[in-house]
């Protein structure tokens, strides 16, 4: 493994289901971020984890739920999957929380749809 | 509230210089970011500016006015490689993201 990977790739899901992306890293990066990417709409945080055992709120926390185990996973959740949800979700790692001083490294990402 | 304005689409030819410029709205503000999303990829970081002025980066460039609340990516000598979606973000202690631009370069 090198940097951080993402799993699945892709996934149609349907509408009520659970679901969980998987995201590793294997930089021993301290902070880790979860983002959507709608089209027009950019990038949005969704939860983010300064360190393992802690994390936090995003822009778009509803709807989802994340953990951090340990330094290297951080995996987000979707209870009960609405077709809002549809979205391509990035990982990303930073060697530290202080910021964008901190350069953020983006896993390839997962495309989910929720019929 | 918060918000970063860009240009949604730019074009230009090959060998050109292009400048795609990112005004914010911010309630704290850190430094202004850039990064490179190709289509289908992942977004990359480009550049970061904490203060006044302009950094340098071989072919790319960025500049920030933090009195003028506004910032920009130069790109000199563009390339076919160089079309991509380019995403300025505030620094806040989180990156806020703008919307993207998508560059377009022609032969």
């Known amino acids: 493994i090198a940097g951080i990977t993402q799993a699945p790739t892709s996934q149609i899901l349907a509408a009520g289901r659970r679901m969980t992306l998987r995201c590793t890293q294997d930089?021993?990066?301290?902070?880790m971020y979860w983002y959507r990417q709608d089209l027009g709409l950019g990038l949005r945080l969704i939860h983010y984890?300064?360190?393992?055992?802690?994390?936090g709120k995003g822009e778009v926390p509803d709807g989802y739920s994340v953990s951090r185990a340990n330094t290297d996973d951080f995996p987000l959740t979707l209870a009960s999957a609405v077709p809002s949800q549809t979205s391509v979700y990035f990982c990303?790692?930073?060697?530290?929380?202080?910021?964008?001083?901190?350069?953020?490294?983006f896993g390839p990402g997962t495309r989910l749809t929720v019929l | 509230g918060q918000s970063l304005e860009q240009p949604s689409e730019v074009t230009a030819v090959e060998g050109a210089i292009v400048q795609i410029n990112c005004t914010y709205q911010?309630?704290?503000?850190?430094?202004l970011s850039w990064y490179q999303q190709h289509d289908g990829g992942a977004p990359t970081f480009l550049s970061y500016?904490?203060?006044?002025g302009l950094e340098e980066t071989g072919r790319f460039s960025s500049f920030l006015s933090r009195s003028d609340s506004y910032g920009y990516l130069l790109l000199q000598e563009l390339q076919m490689k160089d079309s991509a979606s380019y995403f300025c973000?505030?620094?806040?202690?989180?990156?806020?993201f703008g919307t993207g631009t998508r560059l377009q370069v022609f032969p």
């Open positions: 984890s300064n360190t393992a055992g802690t994390t």
């Open positions: 973000a505030v620094d806040t202690d989180k990156l806020i």
């Open positions: 930089m021993r990066h301290n902070a």
């Open positions: 500016n904490a203060l006044d």
């Open positions: 911010t309630s704290g503000f850190y430094g």
């Open positions: 990303a790692s930073s060697d530290t929380s202080g910021g964008a001083a901190d350069t953020q490294y």
